[in-house]
């Protein structure tokens, strides 16, 4: 009998995988897993209900490292009832059928089977094995998340580490923790840096439009299957994005081809590819020009009132820029702009020159400052992105606006690096 | 489809199950039947069938030698009936549910083989030819998992390679006549008498039981699991043979399994009787060179022979049974084998060579 033998290896290849996910395994391949960023509160599996194939699909994993193989049949085929077109759970079953033909050496035995598949498939078994023992962030937030404004009613976060897309509700300005998808990021990774290189770009975004299947099949025709259900663009290259000479357009939060449950976990042009059951779930939530995207390689997890101190810090920097717009001492308003400051048309210089001309042909300004959002930027603790509404008056010409600064923190004040139409 | 083909051969198989042991001692119209379903004359064959069950319409031999002449006759829906019909009314036999189970995987539907093929395997734990075509089930519902979770483009090529290795499991090479009824006869003590009747059947050896219709429960005492792992010690026989008669069939076989895994294609050859039974009685030259090709091409080949018994149905005559496993750069397998061996001059010769027993 060489069941046993099986038993052996298959369980063995998991448990690696599952068990002790710091270590590398041979058997999913030997990416080092970032571990678990230091205490998230709340319950393991917290949002299993809302993955719930996800969730068999890790049981089974977990019951063929317990070597309970009819158990993960049974718990495979549930996932396959539910989601005929899950391949991850026709490779595990089909693994597990094969264990009992023949010995197998782990996951994705499938004899001559194109190499690349067979890793990509790992590489999903991985990522959403560690999704699934993730516990669920109740009461943390990421700290980028500073200031929401009363009108954005969520946000999401991609943690392209864990291929996960977070979704959090604004609680009267507190972000809550709602739900969590397994999302597919680019072929090549992350930080993108020009057209065609496959990357997703990490950044502070924000959607930019809504194209549901209708709209996608009009406009795209049967090449829009690619995008599944929906697809939501982002405003990617954002204003430092360009400022550093990033490339590329159309990238988007997006739906699966229909032939599909899911895509390995890098497997996109660069964008944010969902299950179509999540990427609906979520269009619930998404309101165009408002929600934003943030995509990061990491989040730090901290308490909802950690922000404080940097949000704090933020406003007043930014009551102070008005003030001093306000007083007509353009040398005073001026101080609040970096050396490296540039409007994308303009230089520090360029600009300097400009509002000290424009300043000195008026009476008076006032300026009002309404519905702002700060988000510090990914892997920039010292960058954040404000915006706000922007309710100009003075002497000879008024006018409003959406604006967005980035604020640059250098050697404790914040100095704005960038500022524009939002 | 390449796929049909090995139903087909999975079909073929079952008739050479079928056959041993219910049919052997019967009445004259089903021997007739039988005889001329080997020489492929079906349609006579079902005639003298339908006339035999005309007196005894409930009798089990007819019916089941009737299932396999309807598979033939390639009504795959009658012959499920014929064969369901017998899994209901006489629920301790193996064969029609193993027979039920070929019919199933040649239909594609595998869960309906699998759960025959475990049902069979209950009634008979020991059952080699339901264990060997559980696991070809296995194999192939993997195969179906695994083109679904790769999505294999039929005309990718390295979908096809995969699929041929999965196809190869199935209809596996040394594999042929999935003879059910070689291992009753194996550890038969000589009182019943074991006749092999080497020439004309594929070892229909099994000595028909007296109540015909449970071949299953004489199959049953003799062979201990012979999945498990067979005794360490060779078994001397019983049969009138000297110890080192067993000693030299022993050395024999250890020499055949050598020159397998040494790629040495002649001295694997030379093992071989002139009068070796080819698996699917094709000619001696195209299975010399089927094995030609088999044994020279891996890289690296290993077979190994575990837990050798010898049993000698007369003193030129031995039957070996082991645990061959097969191990080579591309592909590993274990199954049990039996050889028929016969003495010429003073080295033993392979008259036949089955897996299973």
Known sequence: MTRPLIACTLAAAIAAAALTPSSTTLALGNRPLSSATGGLLGSPGGSSALNAPEALLAQTLIAIAGAQFDIALAEIDKVLNQHPNFRLAHLVKGDLLMARARPISGIGAAPGAPADRIADLREEARARLVRHQQERPVNRVPSNLLQLTPDQKHVFVVDASKYTLYVFENDNGTPRYVADYYATIGRNGIEKLREGDKKTPLGVYHVTGNLPREQLTRTYGSLSELYGDGAFPINYPNEWDRRRGRTGHGIWLHGVPFDTYSRPPQASDGCVALTNEDLLAISRRVQVGVTPVIIAQGVDWVDADAAKSTRESLQRSLDEWRRDWESRDTERYLRHYSREFSSGKQDLAAWSQQKRSVNAGKSWIKVGIDGVSMFLYPGNDNLAVVTFSQDYASSNISNKMRKRQYWQRENGHWRIVHEGAA | ?357
């Not at chain 2, 193996?94 to 083989?113: I, M, R």
């Not at chain 2, 080699?128 to 979770?149: F, P, R, W």
């Not at chain 2, 005492?221 to 069939?249: F, H, I, L, Q």
């Open chain 2, 1 to 357: 489809m390449t796929f049909k083909s090995a139903a087909a051969r999975l079909a073929a198989i079952a008739v050479c199950i079928g056959l041993a042991a219910p049919v052997l001692a019967q009445g004259d119209e089903l021997q007739e039947a039988q005889q001329l379903l080997k020489q492929g004359q079906t349609d006579r064959a079902m005639e003298r069938v339908e006339q035999y069950l005309k007196s005894r319409p409930k009798d089990a031999r007819g019916r089941f030698l009737r299932g396999i002449l309807l598979t033939e006759q390639n009504k795959p829906a009658e012959a499920i009936r014929v064969f369901t019909e017998l899994t209901q009314e006489y629920p301790e036999l193996p064969e029609p549910y193993n027979n039920l189970a070929v019919l199933y995987a040649s239909q594609g539907q595998y869960d309906k083989a699998r759960s025959s093929l475990e049902m069979a395997i209950r009634t008979h734990p020991s059952y080699a030819t339901a264990h060997e075509n559980l696991g070809d089930i296995y194999a192939k519902m993997a195969s179906q998992a695994y083109d679904k979770a790769l999505q294999l483009d039929k005309n990718n090529q390295a979908a096809q390679t995969k699929l041929n290795l999965i196809k190869d499991l199935f209809t596996g090479a040394p594999r042929p006549p999935k003879v059910a009824v070689a291992k009753a006869e194996i550890p038969k003590p000589p009182a019943a008498a074991a006749k092999p009747a080497p020439t004309a059947t594929p070892a229909p050896a099994a000595p028909a039981p007296a109540a015909a219709a449970k071949p299953a429960v004489a199959a049953k005492e003799p062979v201990k699991e012979p999945a498990k792992e067979p005794a360490k010690e060779p078994a001397k026989a019983a049969a009138p043979a000297g110890s080192g008669d067993s000693d030299a069939v022993l050395k024999t076989v250890e020499a055949w399994a050598a020159a397998w895994s040494a790629n040495d294609v002649s001295g694997y050859l030379a093992h071989y009787a002139p009068g070796f039974r080819t698996p699917d009685g094709e000619p001696r030259a195209a299975w010399e060179n089927e094995r030609r090709a088999r044994i020279a091409k891996p890289r690296k080949i290993e077979v190994r022979v575990e837990g050798a018994k010898v049993s000698f149905s007369d003193s030129n005559r031995a039957t070996v049974t082991f645990r061959q496993h097969y191990h080579s750069n591309t592909f590993k397998a274990s199954a049990s084998k039996t050889l028929v061996m016969i003495r010429s001059g003073k080295q033993w010769l392979i008259q036949e060579e089955n897996v299973g027993g």
